[in-house]
């Protein structure tokens, strides 16, 4: 099992900065990573996939990179709707693991 | 709009059994790769279990393999997850969700609580 292991576990941040939210593969996964948003009480969304491709909706202040074993989320300016949790995904083999999940809260 | 509405949790004493469906609307069913992954109260989201869009290939996490059985009902357009011989930490809210890598479409999730 591949395992993902996101940091930092929390990310303190004001309105309007940049954040960097990291995450690791315990093998390669080539470029599939995905990156996943979620809000209180709600189902996860979709952010990113094929590690850079944003998905439909997904405002630009998101990106995505990396390859192998290293990824990175940037969120360039952070809205108030920004503030969340958000999980990688791999998904180059079975079973498709998550990472453990980055906090980004209001500093 | 697609639409996925996970229905049949609820509580139930460890050993027991219970059976999550999820109905889907909105898009052409059959040509779709399902999974159903899950959240702990409080915690973060473990994939159990993915079905191929012709419901011949089954996946499954080892958390839950040889208790939890999925299935489809192209026909129907809806997913199943039989749950068998239920465990204290099977408690969590669970999401059927779509997509053979990236996971692009997610229900609202159905709470499950095993009583121990």
Do not use: H
């Amino acid at each position: 099992e591949i395992v993902m292991t996101q940091s930092p576990a929390t990310l303190s941040v004001s309105p309007g900065e940049r954040a960097t939210l990291s995450c690791r593969a315990s093998q390669s996964v080539s470029s599939n990573l995905a990156w996943y948003q979620q809000k209180p009480g709600q189902a996860p969304r979709l952010l990113i996939y094929d590690t850079s491709a944003r998905a439909t909706g997904v405002p630009a202040r998101f990106s995505g990179s990396g390859s192998g074993t290293d990824f990175t989320v940037i969120i360039s300016s952070l809205q108030s709707e920004d503030f969340a949790v958000y999980y990688c995904q791999q998904y180059s083999n079975w079973p498709r693991t998550f990472g453990q999940g980055t906090k980004v809260e209001i500093k | 709009e697609v639409q996925l509405v996970e229905s049949g949790g609820g509580w139930v004493q460890r050993g027991g059994s219970l059976r999550l469906s999820c109905a889907a609307s909105g898009l052409t069913f059959s040509s779709y790769s399902m999974n159903w992954v899950r959240q702990p109260p409080g915690k973060g989201l473990e994939w159990i279990s993915y079905i191929s869009s012709s419901g011949r290939t089954t996946y499954y996490a080892d958390s839950v393999k040889g208790r939890f059985t999925m299935s489809r009902d192209n026909a129907k357009s809806s997913l199943y997850l039989q749950m068998n011989s239920l465990r204290a930490e099977d408690t969590a809210v669970y999401f059927c969700a779509r997509g053979f890598g990236e996971i692009d479409q997610w229900g609202q999730g159905t709470l499950v609580s095993v009583s121990s």
